[in-house]
């Protein structure tokens, strides 16, 4: 099971947060834990006090794997879980595409929405998918092999901020109402969702250039995390900490 392996400033980060929201009162604590994935930074700023080196979609990244895991309660953990399988089910096409570019097929979808953002919003692209942003990316265990991007198991080891904010940014953009892959894409890709008005396929009628090529390829890493990410659950606890949960303590056999 993937863990939030984050750095010690993140995790201090999310210790800050966490107290700030604890110590606010409970229907702002609600109205929060109810509203958090929509990514609205006036909703979320109180909370962010000491605590403002992320980005909003990092922050709704960690929160909605917080509650995947089930650390928020088994009613978060249930909503987290639809908002999770609604972009595992989105993302069909997108792991069929990927899974056959391992064969050496064509993935005519990524290749049409990396040639259409580099022509028109190449300075976003640019920004998150290039140069030192993905060196450091890459650095931080953002690799995977063949067998790891054909299958998107759940993988071992820890999410990286990149991914964690990609991954935030595909949920805000679904629990705003966004539905399209493509619109998911560009959630993660420059951050602001967008619906094509245009046939993205007439965008690849000539081979990638080098450039293009490489976008897709960091692309594909990329998106291979983000749907990782919609499979973590809850991992095995101990039985002391099994048995410390109050509905658990006179189980007979186990817990007495």
């Avoid at 909703?43 to 992320?54: D, P, Q």
């Avoid at 991954?167 to 969702?193: F, M, V």
């Avoid at 960091?218 to 659950?233: D, G, Y």
């Amino acid at each position: 099971m993937i863990s939030l392996n984050v750095g010690i400033s993140e995790k201090r980060d999310i210790e800050v947060v966490l107290r700030n929201i604890q110590s606010s009162p409970a229907h702002e604590i609600t109205n929060f834990t109810t509203s958090f994935a929509r990514g609205n930074e006036a909703a979320w700023s109180r909370f962010l006090k000491g605590a403002y080196n992320h980005p909003i979609t990092w922050w709704v990244g960690i929160f909605q794997l917080q509650m995947q895991m089930g650390i928020w309660g088994q009613g978060y953990r249930a909503t987290a879980r639809i908002r999770a399988n609604r972009l595992w089910q989105i993302s069909e096409p997108l792991r069929v595409e990927v899974s056959s570019s391992l064969e050496g097929e064509e993935t005519p979808l990524l290749a049409a929405i990396v040639r259409y953002n580099l022509k028109y919003r190449k300075a976003d692209i640019l920004g998150r998918l290039s140069g030192g942003r993905f060196t450091n990316y890459a650095s931080m265990g953002g690799r995977f092999g063949s067998q790891r991007l054909s299958n998107f198991a759940k993988f071992t080891g820890g999410a990286t901020n990149f991914g964690i904010a990609s991954y935030g940014a595909a949920i805000k953009a679904i629990t705003n109402g966004y539905g399209s892959l493509e619109a998911i894409i560009q959630a993660i890709l420059t951050g602001r969702p967008e619906e094509f008005s245009i046939n993205l396929h007439s965008e690849t009628n000539t081979p990638l250039s080098s450039e293009e090529q490489e976008m897709l390829d960091n692309l594909r890493l990329v998106l291979s995390e983000v749907i990782s990410l919609t499979q973590v659950t809850p991992g095995p606890i101990s039985i002391n900490e099994f048995c410390s949960k109050p509905e658990n303590i006179n189980l007979k056999g186990l817990c007495k």
